[in-house]
C-alpha cells in the first residue's frame, strides 16, 4: 500500500509487468513501421515516462515530439481539454504514432485526433499503455494498448493523482 497525498493505493502492476509489455509493443511497432519513418507524439505530462522506455525498443529511425494537454483535476475529467504546448513539427504526409498513457473516457484522444488531422498525416495510429473500456464515452481507434484495467483510478509510472504520484515505478490502484 502507498499513500499519494489523502488516498491509499494498493499494487497492481508491477514493474516487470511493464518493463515485458512495453517491449513487445514496441517490437510490434517496428515491425509495423519498418521504412515508414514514423513520427512519434508523446501526450504530456503523463507519457512522458512510458515514451521514454518505448521508444528505446523502437528500432528504426522515428522523430520524437511531444504535446502538451490537460483534462483532469484530482481523480475525475473536467469534461474539457485545454491545450498547454501545441506541436512544432510539421506532419504533412507523414506516418504519426501518438502516445498516451491512459485511455480513459476517450476525450483527449478525440481531441488529439481532431488537432493531428487537420495537419494532413499520411497515417495516424495511437499507442496507449493502459485503457479502461468500461470508461470509455468517445469512440476512439485504439491501435497498440498494453494493458485493458477495470474503471478505478491508478497512479505511477508517469500517472498522476493532482500532480503527484508520477515518478513511481509501478502502476498503483485506488483501493477503495
Ligand atoms: O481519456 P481521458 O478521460 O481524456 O483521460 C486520459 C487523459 O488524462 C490524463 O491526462 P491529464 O489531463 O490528467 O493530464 P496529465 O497528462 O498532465 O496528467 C492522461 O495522460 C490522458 O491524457
Ligand atoms: O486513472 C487515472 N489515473 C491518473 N490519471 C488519469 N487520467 C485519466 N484516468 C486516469
Do not use: C
Not at 32 to 45: A, S
Not at 53 to 67: H, Q
Not at 89 to 95: G, S
Amino acid at each position: 500500500m502507498i499513500q499519494v497525498k489523502d488516498k491509499t493505493f494498493k499494487s497492481y502492476i508491477t514493474q516487470s509487468a511493464i518493463e515485458k509489455r512495453v517491449m513487445e509493443m514496441g517490437k510490434a511497432i517496428t515491425n509495423d513501421y519498418d521504412g515508414k519513418n514514423p513520427v512519434i507524439i508523446g501526450v504530456l505530462n503523463g507519457a512522458y515516462m512510458f515514451l521514454a522506455d518505448l521508444s528505446k525498443f523502437i528500432g528504426i529511425p522515428a522523430e520524437v515530439s511531444f504535446i502538451k494537454i490537460s483534462s483532469y483535476q484530482g481523480e475525475t475529467s473536467t469534461g474539457k481539454v485545454k491545450k498547454m504546448l501545441g506541436l512544432d513539427t510539421d506532419l504533412q504526409d507523414r506516418h504519426v504514432l501518438i502516445v498516451e498513457d491512459i485511455v480513459d473516457t476517450g476525450l483527449s484522444m478525440v481531441h488529439l485526433l481532431g488537432q493531428i488531422y487537420e495537419k494532413n498525416p499520411a497515417s495516424v495510429k495511437t499507442v496507449t499503455l493502459l485503457h479502461k473500456p468500461e470508461a470509455l464515452q468517445h469512440k476512439v481507434p485504439l491501435d497498440y494498448v498494453g494493458f485493458e484495467i477495470p474503471n478505478k483510478f491508478v497512479v505511477g509510472y508517469g500517472l498522476d493523482y493532482d500532480g503527484y504520484g508520477r515518478n513511481i515505478s509501478e502502476i498503483y490502484q485506488l483501493t477503495t
